[in-house]
């Protein structure tokens, strides 16, 4: 049995390797033997710190009688979704057509070219009521294949056919086809504010369970909430959701870090795994918070509000920290030569429990273990401060988190508690680390890291960002050609696998961030070069390309539609973050004095990547989250700030506000007066053009929110 998968760069490949099924990685190899033998492909997607991924696993794939069936009858194909994204947006997009729902371990039959004709998600191994077993599932579609081939080939046209005119419908969102869906971002910010406020739940979030943090839309909230008058009802389900996040599961409270989702209304009990790019964006969108909250704190004539806004900008700062510190000291990979590293994909949902993996098993507390901790304790905690949320899937063990926000006081006691609950932790097995790094992830991380260092001072947070830079730099970007490798293995670049528009434009928003202010220096000029490349993902029509080519397999099942990313998911789109990584050069080129046609070029460029946010954000808002972001920035009446004068100390508060509204700040070199004395002046400019400078940032807002 050819054990293709032992090598394998990718750990979750690796995970399956002991199998006796005769897997193959992804490419085209596979297909051609599925063609030359008669046999249709399984497709088996998922990923390293995937819980059911493992139940299946076990389940299924670990069975003999499973495996021959399989080797007998199919070609099979095992898919590490980070690696490979399109191939994963492509048939999750299929599984979604044919059942309505989608998820993790995917499996997915095609014809030997590619084309899906059966799909599902987790199968167990023995029916549960409607849904069938794996073994029944595999025999049905083996027997479909042999004795129904004519309709098990209409479907799959059928299925490439309706993500064919999927494909084409979205292009035209996108605005590549008609007279696009522009607007100035008031109308569709209006719009947006509207919608959030009326659906946010009083549990927090904008919609049921499963409970996934709505993060980039709270970016905009925030951003919006500093440059606005403040109005209260925005104030109000902004600081409901994001206490929602910041007292529940969601945040692991003792180690740090967040978790992908929470799978309650009451954000009780998260799904356990932790990636990377969940905690990037929170990290950024919680900075942001807490620099907002800290000025709403001083303006709010309303007692309540202004106690509300200083309690979640303490909480906000308590969690990048906590974050911070998960970030440096669990997700940090090692470099090449010993020293350095990027950060790792993800932590597994499950870990060791007397032998035996379980999902939660590092996090959760028993009741002894609940009792234990309380005791030991050397006051009593404060009358309704703590929850303990029982696991469904795992009767008996609880997972701790905040019932309210505490008072001033009381973050001592809570904090002897995590103390104690700490220790307890300590002595378990830890969730296995994916140490794939991911180009696009990391990025995130890059520029959160930076925007944190400046909303809370705090230079280390700024040396780890530039750490991580230089690996991702070294490491995944190739010299001679300048292709940006999606991922790396073990301090090795796969470069066979190059990054998506999301890889591209994600890292050159962190490179971006670092340069803080030198767009002459290296960083700027490494932003550049990713996003001289990442235009080339830019067809003549306007469309942004998540690649620039598919291969053939993937382009037959999308009907040979090209794969382009319209609407926010766990990450903004990749045109989104494109147009804003085109917003961030063009404004820090600016602000550094560099003017010309080409920045404006730059920034008509972005405004047509987000075009389509007027025909989504009223129903959708947070679809387009990312793209309102984008459009913020290109409307506002102020895009970059140039100082003259001052200490680094008075010039701190003013990073603060460019961290929070992504504008550009850089001195004047001379070419404008500084106050008398030498005291700091800032100049709020727009194109070529400077207004009367301003002594403070409260003057500035108050310039945002009269426009």
Known sequence: MAQRLANASSLYL????????????????PFAQAQRLDRPVMLSIGYAACHWCHVMSRESFDDKGVADFINEHFIAIKVDREQHPLVDDTYMMATQALTGAGGWPMTVFTLPDGRAFHAGTYYPPAPRGRVPSFTQVLSAVHEAYNERRDSVEQQAAALAGHLAEMGSGHHRMLGVVGDGAGGKATTGLHDAIASWI???????????????????????????????????ELFDAASTTTEALLLGGLQDHVSGGFARYCVDEQWQVPHFEKMLYDNAQLLRMLAICRAVCTVLSGEFSDLQRQQRAANLARASERAVRGIMRWMGHTMLTQGADGVGGALAASLDADSLRNGQGVEGAYYTFDRQQVRQLLSQLPQPLPEGLIRWGEVSEDPGYFCLSLARMPQPEEWEVWDQLLGLARELRSERSVPQRDDK???????????????????????????????????????????????????????????????????????????????AGEPHGIWGQRSRLLLDRALDFVDERGLARDTVELDQVLSAQRGQQPAATVLDDAIPSAASLLARALCAHAVAQMAAGIQGEELHRQLERASA????????????????????????????????????GGTARELARWRTVAAVLGMGLAPAAGELPAGPDGSLRVYPCRFTSCQAPVAEPGQLLGVLRLA
């Open 437 to 515: 790094v991911i180009a696009g992830w990391n990025g995130l991380a890059i520029e959160a890291l930076c925007v944190a260092a400046d909303i809370l001072e705090e230079p280390g947070y700024r040396d780890l960002a530039v750490q991580v830079a230089e690996t991702l730099w070294e490491q995944q970007v190739d010299r001679i050609t300048g292709r940006l490798a999606r991922t790396g293995f073990g301090a090795v670049a796969d470069h066979h696998n190059e990054g998506t528009l999301e890889d591209y434009a994600a890292l050159a928003l962190g490179f971006g961030a670092v340069a």
């Open 14 to 29: 690796r995970q399956h390797a002991h199998q006796d099924i005769d897997w193959w990685p992804y490419s085209l190899l």
């Open 609 to 644: 990547l987000v075009t389509h946010t007027g025909l989504v954000a009223g129903k959708f808002p947070s679809a387009v989250a990312g793209a309102l972001e984008v459009q913020a920035v290109l409307d506002r009446p102020v895009q970059y700030l140039r100082s003259s």
């Open 198 to 232: 009326e659906s946010t739940r009083p549990a927090g979030g904008f919609g049921p369970a499963p409970k996934f943090p709505p993060t980039q839309s709270l970016i905009v909230i925030w951003q919006q909430l500093l440059t606005s008058p403040a109005p209260q």
